[in-house]
T-cell receptor, first 114, second 113 residues
Framework: KAGVTQTPRYLIKTRGQQVTLSCSPI?????VSWYQQTPGQGLQFLFE???????NKGNFPGRFSGRQFSNSRSEMNVSTLELGDSALYLC?????????????FGDGTRLSIL | DQQVKQNSPSLSVQEGRISILNCDYT??????FLWYKKYPAEGPTFLIS?????DKNEDGRFTVFLNKSAKHLSLHIVPSQPGDSAVYFC????????????FGTGTSLTVIP
């Protein structure tokens, strides 16, 4: 069974630009969550999508947005990039029908802002 | 607001000995807890979980203990192996709130051969 796939693996942008990251979940999984990981901060929850609807949202500014398609693939967009947005962005999927199921992670997209 | 905390950023253990990683949480409504392991340049990998109706769950060399009254969980690895060297994250979730997992900041475990 293929795992969670994130593209691209690495990305370099400059301040003020925007970026779109992509995530393909495990087949059959309907829930996709996005996290930001920075040194010392652990994994900070961005948002979760389930059946094309945003079901949960973390405490990030509106520059961070996402969407989910009918095939459960998800994209995350960050507009007006800031230096502090440099981080590893992780996507995780799960069946999503009950909450006591582990999430399975992709290998992340490393975003660097110059 | 860090609802899940791992107060030890790092831990070193001799090969063959026990590794004990700790995690504290503040939200008494959490009812499902997990441990993930992360190697550099890879995403976290699910290791073991425990429901709040239990106080112990075992899977091979890995055992998770939950103390609800103290809002504390721990991961025991016995015996520790060099391949266990990684960053370990604990996570928690509250039922019926969708999939909003709360993660700790991680503990870097080094197992010395």
């Amino acid at each position: 069974k293929a795992g969670v796939t994130q593209t691209p693996r690495y990305l370099i942008k400059t301040r003020g630009q925007q970026v779109t990251l992509s995530c393909s979940p495990i087949s059959g999984h309907r829930s996709v969550s996005w996290y930001q990981q920075t040194p010392g901060q652990g994994l900070q929850f961005l948002f979760e999508y389930f059946s094309e609807t945003q079901r949960n949202k973390g405490n990030f500014p509106g520059r961070f947005s996402g969407r989910q398609f009918s095939n459960s693939r998800s994209e995350m967009n960050v507009s007006t990039l800031e230096l502090g947005d440099s981080a590893l962005y992780l996507c995780a999927s799960s069946p999503g029908t009950v909450s006591n199921q582990p999430q399975h992670f992709g290998d992340g997209t490393r975003l660097s802002i110059l | 607001d860090q609802q899940v905390k791992q107060n030890s950023p790092s831990l070193s253990v001799q090969e063959g000995r026990i590794s004990i990683l700790n995690c504290d949480y503040t939200n008494s409504m959490f009812d499902y807890f997990l441990w993930y392991k992360k190697y550099p340049a890879e995403g976290p990998t699910f290791l073991i979980s425990i429901s709040s109706i239990k106080d112990k769950n075992e899977d091979g060399r890995f055992t998770v203990f939950l103390n609800k009254s103290a809002k504390h969980l721990s991961l025991h690895i016995v015996p520790s192996q060099p391949g266990d060297s990684a960053v370990y994250f604990c996570a928690a979730i509250r039922a019926n709130t969708g999939n909003q997992f709360y993660f700790g900041t991680g503990t870097s475990l080094t197992v010395i051969p």
